[in-house]
């Protein structure tokens, strides 16, 4: 049923009837196209892999000659799928297949486009085929007014064919796309039949109640002893030991992930373009020539500063710590109300804690993002799921673990910590100390982030050990030549294949993304998954804010590096720190699919930790820029660097 949402269960009594004796979840629809239609859906399911309908149409019935072109273009594109894959293992089986109606034939048919039936009604169907497809459309096709007339209609279709289905039949109920012009929604899934219990279901790829469109066809595949063509990405749906919820409670998670959805792009454009603009205040105020920047000028940038890094270095966390409260059902300015209630109480923190010094000023915002991102991981990453900088179940990146920002400002806080933490020990006498401290803090963050049963991030280890490595060869006070970088690169390569082989050698539904992956590399497929993990990375670079603020961070720290130096050369453990966060971006951006949101959250986060602790002070210090030639500092304190 194209379009079947939750919120609609909840209007048709039979189908509510249904759900409650059923295994339920809630299906992510996801295909490759921005809002999947039902073309999208109907060709998803029958490859059990993701597909793009082409944009042939946005009508259910797709034409034979429009299917056999879009089978023999689909093995061509990124995700490499087998239009017919479902239809195919079923005829390979020996089991026949019957449709109802040309719109279901997609659902059905195999690698040549065939089907053993198509008929009009669903008696004849179930007469003649093991395997029998139906479409329901009223939904799909209904204006937004009429939605609870046509949600009737549809229900009262449902009941007409459950009641000429047989008992002892499996019937599985499925939302398979959004409508033919709404926004991306959750959708619904029902099993019934033996064996199944009223539970909310999983796949190996998601958690308690999602489940994904491409894992329908291995679902009845596995329920049927049928075995899953390896061109099917998607993982057969199980019971949960999670109880089966209300319609209600699922169609309120519907709307805090479309809510998460729509609030995150005006989040991150946001925060992006106001770290540009405190970075430029930052330029005006403490690096420009005097003829350039008056002294009046000057001061007010400099009090602008300090106010928005104060305002701001806790609002990436809080943009996640806000998913405590149900937000999304107490108006549109609750959200942003929330936000900057926690941004203010963490930057009131650090306008408490430079009282005591810069050092621990610079602590504040990064240990506290730190803790509260590290806490939700062991928690089961309750923050994550429909944050709006968080995973979105209707994008269906990922359903656990870390998400990419979550990396990006995790991993950067800690970084920082460690990085100061160090450089205090070290001031203090105790090097050793600070060097195995650093690589604690280092070494837990990784694992908080690659760990399967917490962050599940593979390439979190890749960006990870090289960077920790650089960070504590730096404080360490070693020189780095391409020798030592060849050497950091490779450790952490073969770290990094233990990890995967590890999880590898587990049974297969117990395997994450890494030991899918290393499947796919043993046994073919892996260069798909590369080419469009790398595709998405690079097309990330079109985000203008993104771009831009570390566009513009690069080119700034380049032109006004003698002053970026003297700022960071106050604080022992700052300049290795900044190195690190450096690697980190860079190998960060280049190693996830997310790319440039990587950069560009480890930039915002550094930029508002440094101008909320005031230590753009030092930028001051390098003296004014005359002919075009800086004034030495004086003389500051020296990283173990």
């Not at 295909?31 to 082409?54: E, Q």
């Not at 993982?235 to 309120?252: K, L, N, V």
């Not at 032109?559 to 960060?588: N, W």
């Amino acid at each position: 049923m194209p379009d079947l949402r939750w919120a609609d269960v909840e209007t048709m009594p039979v189908l509510r009837r249904l759900a409650e004796r059923s295994a339920v979840a809630e299906l992510s629809v996801k295909t490759v196209s921005g809002v999947p239609r039902c073309p999208d859906g109907l060709l998803t399911f029958s490859a059990g892999n993701r597909v793009d309908a082409l944009g042939t149409s946005t009508e259910c019935a797709i034409q034979p000659e429009v299917l056999a072109t879009i089978r023999r273009q689909a093995v061509h594109e990124p995700y490499a799928a087998h239009v017919g894959a479902f239809g195919q293992a079923l005829h390979d089986a020996g089991l026949t297949t019957a449709a109802v109606g040309s719109a279901a034939v997609p659902l059905l048919a195999d690698g040549h486009g065939h089907v053993d039936a198509t008929t009009s009604d669903l008696p004849s169907a179930l007469r003649r085929g093991d395997v029998v497809a139906t479409v329901v459309d009223t939904l799909y096709y209904a204006p937004t007014q009429f939605r609870l007339h046509a949600a009737e209609l549809a229900d009262q279709e449902i009941a007409r064919q459950l009641a000429t289905v047989p008992s002892g039949t499996t019937v599985m109920v499925a939302g398979i796309s959004d409508g033919q012009v709404t926004r991306m929604h959750l959708h619904v899934l029902l099993v019934h039949g033996p064996g199944w219990r009223h539970v909310a279901l999983h796949s190996s790829s998601t958690r308690p109640p999602y489940v994904q469109l491409r894992d329908l066809a291995p679902t009845i595949l596995t329920q049927l002893g049928v075995p899953v063509p390896a061109t099917m990405i998607g993982a057969p749906a199980t019971e949960s030991g999670q109880p089966a919820r209300s319609p209600a409670s699922y169609a309120d998670d519907d709307d805090h992930a479309v809510t998460g959805r729509t609030i995150g792009g005006i989040l991150r454009t946001t925060f992006t373009q106001t770290a540009l603009g405190v970075l430029l205040l930052l330029v005006f105020g403490y690096a420009l020539p005097r003829r350039w920047a008056p002294q009046p000028w000057r001061g007010w940038a400099r009090v602008a500063v300090r106010l928005l890094g104060a305002a701001c270095v806790g609002a990436p966390v809080c943009s996640f710590l806000v998913n405590v409260f149900p937000w999304w059902r107490w108006g549109a300015g609750t959200y942003p109300l929330l936000l900057i209630a926690g941004s203010l109480l963490i930057g009131a923190g650090v306008l408490l804690a430079a009282r005591r010094g810069l050092v621990a000023a610079l602590l504040v915002g990064p240990a506290v993002t730190a803790a509260i991102l590290i806490a939700d991981q062991f928690a089961g990453a309750p923050l994550q799921l429909s944050a709006p900088l968080g995973d979105s179940p209707i994008v269906a990146g990922r359903f656990h673990g870390m998400g990419n920002t979550d990396f990006a400002l995790m991993c950067t806080a800690m970084l920082v910590v460690a990085g100061l933490v160090a450089g205090q020990l070290h001031r203090r006498g105790r090097p050793r100390l600070a060097l195995m401290s650093a690589l604690a803090l280092g070494a837990f963050a990784t694992v908080v982030d690659a760990a399967p049963r917490l962050g599940d991030d593979f390439g979190g280890v890749l960006t990870m050990v090289p960077t920790v490595a650089i960070l504590v060869l730096l404080l360490a006070g070693v020189r780095l030549s391409w020798q030592r970088v060849a050497a950091v690169v490779v450790g952490a390569a073969v770290l990094a294949t233990g990890v995967a082989l590890l999880d590898y050698s587990r049974p297969a539904p117990r395997q994450t993304h890494v030991g899918r992956f290393v499947g796919q590399v043993l046994h073919g497929g892996a260069g798909g998954v590369l080419n469009r993990k790398l595709g998405a990375s690079l097309a990330s670079f079109q985000n203008a804010a993104l771009t831009s603020l570390v566009v513009v961070t690069i080119i700034a720290a380049i032109l006004f590096r003698r002053e970026l130096v003297a700022m960071l050369r106050q604080v022992p453990g700052l300049p290795a720190t900044a190195v690190a966060v450096a690697v980190l971006a860079f190998l960060g951006t280049f190693l996830n699919d997310s790319g440039v949101v990587v950069a560009a959250f480890a930039d915002l986060l550094v930029i508002f930790t440094i101008t909320a602790a005031g230590a753009c002070r030092a930028a001051a210090t390098a003296g004014p820029r005359e002919n075009g030639t800086a004034v030495p500092p004086p003389a500051p304190h020296r990283s173990p660097a």
